[in-house]
């Protein structure tokens, strides 16, 4: 199958999110996308899909213009998405929710089961999409529940695949694996287009590169000549500094102290296991550990917004361990939460009324009952400069933001704060290098003006980068902690510990 998108324009008001993009991906091969925050990326996936209809161009199967009226036009010529938040229902196995939404019937009888659960094993065995067809979804790893969205796609014959940024969630280790899968896919026929912001990968696994920037085609790229310093310049139309300058180690007094903390999960399993931790001001700690093994609760307790089973918390020498999250804010804690769309940001409100979402109360915002809206409106027109946050107008609803300029503007809130202690979960993910530099660059410029920083990421090179100290969490328990701050750190031990091996791992 050969697919062409010819001049596509797409407009949303006065934003031209696409303006002419011709694109062009052919069977047997992976053509990576790629583009910087807001260059139209997910729009033109979004056209290519059938949710968007096109204000100008079209779309070209085998020499033939179509139309799509809608998804299912689009499924219905071969073209499947694999998205980044995974669409599965927890509670169902694997081959109920990949027939669900086409069983003829609208229930799932036993012969439809039957099948579906053979034609999985089937896909799998073909493509190397290893999964047992009677898991429950909500059992498996995020890796593994990747790879149902991927075979839900092939059940329904798609030989056109949209991966995006797929890795965001995957393990070193899952990434290789699903490396391998991709590979498989290509060499069976598929066509693959992958969305990522990680410029090795996608110089790892793509065939071609084209850059969005702009919502116009900015160049087309060879993965066999480029290196990742030229096309993250391709993509930002500047030069981009990879690596993260601190000042000397010189941390002040403890600022956050975790004492023996468990934390449960919904379930009532231990997602936190007797965890003591400290961060001082002046530093960066930063806890690596593989996606499940307790980070997200631990940050979420130490936030206020999940309650403690036992053991306590102590802020600026006060137990805050049953605070109220309001009041954790109004202490100088700031949170850039992992998931911004749950608890980061109101899609319905403006960029402005988002910018103040927890400190609209201040002083500097309000004066008795009432908003002072220009304080307010000069206040998020200054950081969403700063923060290079994309959008005609602050006055413009957050859901109108690319996913990554929404990520943006929930750091720009937290970091232009009055704090002393930043909590930071997954703080660039989806986020473009450009943008990813200049994060870094605040992280460490409010460590170094002598906040604490306390920050958790599946990136281990981002870890690396910004840490002073680094604990690796492994079920529940921190089980290795390096001194970053006396020289580089081995990566490969960090590794080792976030898969367990802690004996040969110990610092
Ligand atoms: N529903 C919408 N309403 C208004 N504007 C929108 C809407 N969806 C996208 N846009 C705008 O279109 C432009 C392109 O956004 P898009 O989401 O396609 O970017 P992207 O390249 O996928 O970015 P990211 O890397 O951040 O995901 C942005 O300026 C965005 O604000």
Same mark, same amino acid.
């Given at each position: ?24 991906? *052919? ?12 260059? @139209? ?8 899909? @059938? %949710?968007y209809?096109? $204000?100008?161009?079209e ?19 071969g ?20 027939? %669900? ?7 799932l ?7 579906a ?12 999409? *290893? ?21 839900k ?6 030989? !056109? ?11 070193? +280790? ?13 060499d ?31 160049? +087309?790229? =060879? ?17 981009v500094?990879?690596?993260?300058e ?9 600022? %956050? ?12 399993e231990?997602?936190?296991?007797? !965890? ?9 700690v930063g806890?690596?550990? !593989? +996606? ?5 609760a ?5 936030? /206020? ?10 802020y =600026?020498?006060r137990d ?7 009041? *954790? ?11 911004? +769309? ?14 103040? %979402?927890?400190?609209?109360? $201040? ?26 946050? *994309?959008?005609?107008?602050v006055?413009?609803?957050a ?18 704060? $009055? ?12 986020? =473009? ?28 090179d ?6 002073d ?20 750190? =081995? ?8 898969? /367990?091996? !802690? ?5």
């Amino acid at each position: 199958m050969d697919i062409e998108l010819r001049g596509i324009t797409k407009r949303f008001g006065p934003v031209v999110a696409n303006a002419g993009v011709d694109l062009h991906v *052919r069977a047997g091969e992976v053509l990576g996308l790629l583009g910087e925050n807001g260059a @139209g990326k997910s729009t033109l996936m979004n056209v290519l899909c @059938g %949710l968007y209809a096109p $204000d100008e161009g079209e779309i070209v199967i085998d020499g033939r213009p179509v139309t799509f009226d809608g998804p299912s036009d689009a499924i219905a010529a071969g073209i499947g998405m694999v998205h980044q938040h995974f669409m599965l229902v927890p509670v169902f196995t694997v081959a109920e929710n990949v027939i %669900l939404g086409i069983e003829p019937t609208g229930q799932l009888d036993f012969l439809d089961r039957a099948a579906a659960r053979r034609q999985v094993r089937e896909i799998g065995d073909q493509y190397g999409l *290893r999964v047992d067809p009677d898991a429950l979804i909500e059992e498996l790893p995020v890796g593994v529940q990747q790879r149902v969205e991927i075979i839900k796609v092939l059940f329904r014959s798609a030989d !056109v695949l949209i991966l995006d940024e797929p890795t965001a969630v995957l393990t070193p +280790q899952e990434v290789e694996e699903f490396f391998g899968i991709v590979r498989a896919l290509r060499d069976a026929g598929k066509a693959i287009i992958f969305i990522t912001h990680k410029l090795d990968e996608i110089l790892e696994i793509s065939d071609r590169i084209t850059v969005l920037r702009g919502g116009r085609v900015a160049g +087309q790229g =060879d993965p066999e000549t480029l290196t990742t310093r030229q096309l993250a310049e391709m993509m930002v139309g500047r030069p981009v500094s990879f690596d993260v300058e601190k000042a000397a180690y010189a941390p002040g007094d403890v600022l %956050l102290e975790v004492r023996e903390l468990t934390v449960l999960r919904n379930n009532d399993e231990i997602a936190v296991d007797d !965890v003591s931790l400290a961060v001082r001001s002046g530093e960066i700690v930063g806890i690596a550990g !593989v +996606q499940g093994n307790g980070q997200t609760a631990l940050i979420e307790a130490i936030t /206020g917004l999940r309650h403690p089973a036992g053991g306590s918390i102590i802020y =600026d020498g006060r137990d805050i361990t049953h605070s109220s999250v309001r009041a *954790r804010h109004a202490m100088g804690i700031a949170h850039i939460p992992e998931d911004r +769309q749950r608890t980061g940001i109101i899609g319905d409100f403006t960029i402005a009324e988002n910018m103040v %979402l927890n400190s609209y109360y $201040d002083d500097r915002y309000a004066s008795g009952p009432s908003i002072r809206w220009p304080e307010v409106m000069q206040h998020a027109a200054r950081y969403a400069a700063d923060f290079d946050v *994309r959008t005609p107008s602050v006055h413009a609803k957050a859901f109108q933001l690319s996913g990554g300029n929404q990520q943006k503007l929930v750091v720009a809130r937290e970091l232009t704060r $009055d704090t002393k202690l930043l909590i930071a979960a997954q703080p660039t993910r989806g986020l =473009d290098v450009g943008s990813v530099e200049y994060i870094h660059k605040r992280i460490v410029e409010a460590r170094d003006e002598g906040d604490g920083v306390l920050i958790m990421s599946s990136e281990l090179d981002e870890i690396v980068a910004l840490s002073d100290r680094i604990v690796v969490m492994f079920k529940g328990r921190i089980v290795a902690e390096f001194d970053a701050f006396r020289g580089p750190v =081995d990566r490969n031990a960090v590794g080792l510990a976030m898969a /367990g091996s !802690v004996s040969e791992a110990a610092a």
